[in-house]
């Protein structure tokens, strides 16, 4: 059925090229004007029929050269032009891939994402992109991973990009395996503002920030490295009126946070906090502790603090002093352990203070205050599993 797509599809171009070819010569008549009227038919007709040609060869080429389906193939020879003069080039570019253990799955892949690839030059950009690559780390399929994951190195500079962003790596992680995780967990590194991410590490240090925390930056979530300098030096300072500086050891997550939240859904999360009686140095205290705790949509957050103020009673010191609970799960975690709580607390079996047991491993909760009173209440795990279930 493809095939036959395929055949109706050229059919139809080179009737198009045809009709328009034919139509430009029906009528001759020999006064200036019309004769200058019927050569700008015959200019633009002879344009058709190359601009036909062309999409037909591209089609046919994607397709049966690259392996791409009729429907990919369509809808790429509206992105990228292949002239049929060039064909070398392009069964080229296929070879040079193959002969590095490209796949006719990568190759496919590479293309739809990066369909340029094919009238890049190999000897100018290609090849010394792909030796680059290797003499980096990125051997066997790790190479054809990445590239086809970030084919968009091809269109950047190679001296002017990815060996200054290389170097800027090599200069803050200690090992070639974490740089090439980092530059895999953000695989759009090696394409990005190199100056910008000298710049805020740099300023970082400058700031006093350990050199292993900068590492772990860049290898635990390098985007933020990218970010605008004012927005990295507005939120240094934001910090620092917080009483957050670069000894505290979650500085690096409070900067991370601070720089994914804009100043509205911070504004919004403080008012959370305010609205169930908190003061701002009390929501400053708990972010300082576990700066994560915001990570969650503003939904969640107000979910979480109104359960545990209005139905728990926890007190606000037990919140601050473990902030992390409200990043659990109401739902799965903390009502149904809440639920066995209470039936520790109505039968007088003197349960700990509830924040220990939502604290625990799922393993541990269970051995120590479920199964431990399997003969004082045997029905304690069923109603502990049905509360999980309920929505």
């Known amino acids: 059925m493809a095939n036959l797509g395929f055949r109706r599809l050229v059919f139809f171009l080179h009737q198009r090229c045809y009709i328009a070819s034919s139509s430009s010569s029906n009528t001759l008549n020999y006064n200036y004007s ?96 792909i030796h680059f690559l290797l003499e980096n780390g990125f051997q066997g399929l790790l190479l054809q991973e990445f590239v086809v994951s970030v084919p968009e190195i091809f269109g950047r500079s190679l001296n002017d990009q990815l060996k200054p962003i290389m170097a800027l790596l090599k200069k803050h992680i200690n090992s070639q395996e974490r740089i090439i995780m980092a530059i895999r967990r953000g695989k759009w590194l090696l394409g990005s503002d190199y100056e910008r991410i000298q710049q805020n590490s740099d300023f970082l240090i400058e700031e006093g920030v350990p050199k292993e925390r900068v590492e772990n930056l860049y290898f635990w979530q390098p985007e933020y490295m990218s970010y605008d300098h004012s927005r990295v030096k507005y939120v240094v300072e934001k910090l620092k009126t917080m009483g957050i500086f670069p000894c505290n050891p979650m500085y690096v997550h409070s900067l991370r946070m601070m720089l994914s939240l804009s100043e509205l859904s911070w504004k919004k999360k403080v008012k959370i906090f305010e ?16 700066p994560f705790c915001l990570c969650c949509s503003e939904e969640k957050l107000k979910k979480s603090m109104e359960y545990f103020v209005n139905t728990v009673k926890l007190d606000r010191r037990a919140i601050i002093a473990c902030p992390k609970i409200l990043n659990f799960s109401i739902e799965k975690r903390v009502f149904p352990r809440f639920t066995v709580w209470k039936v520790l607390e109505e039968r007088n079996l003197n349960p700990p203070q509830f924040i220990w047991m939502l604290n625990r491993t799922e393993k541990v909760f269970i051995e120590r205050h479920v199964t431990k009173y399997a003969d004082t209440i045997p029905d304690l795990l069923r109603i502990y599993q049905t509360s999980k279930e309920m929505p």
């Open 275 to 290: 609205s169930l009686g908190w003061s701002y140095d009390d929501f400053i205290s708990t972010f300082k502790r576990y």
């Open 34 to 129: 019309t004769t200058s009227k019927r050569d700008n038919r015959f200019s633009t007709s002879t344009e058709t029929c190359n601009s036909a040609s062309n999409l037909s060869f591209c089609i046919d080429y994607l397709t049966n050269s690259c392996g791409l389906s009729l429907h990919s193939a369509i809808s790429i020879s509206k992105k990228v032009k292949l002239k049929h003069e060039n064909k070398q080039r392009f069964d080229s570019i296929v070879s040079f891939f193959k002969s590095h253990k490209f796949s006719d799955s990568h190759i496919v892949q590479l293309i739809e994402k990066y369909p340029a690839v094919l009238n890049c030059k190999i000897v100018s950009n290609v090849e010394p992109k």
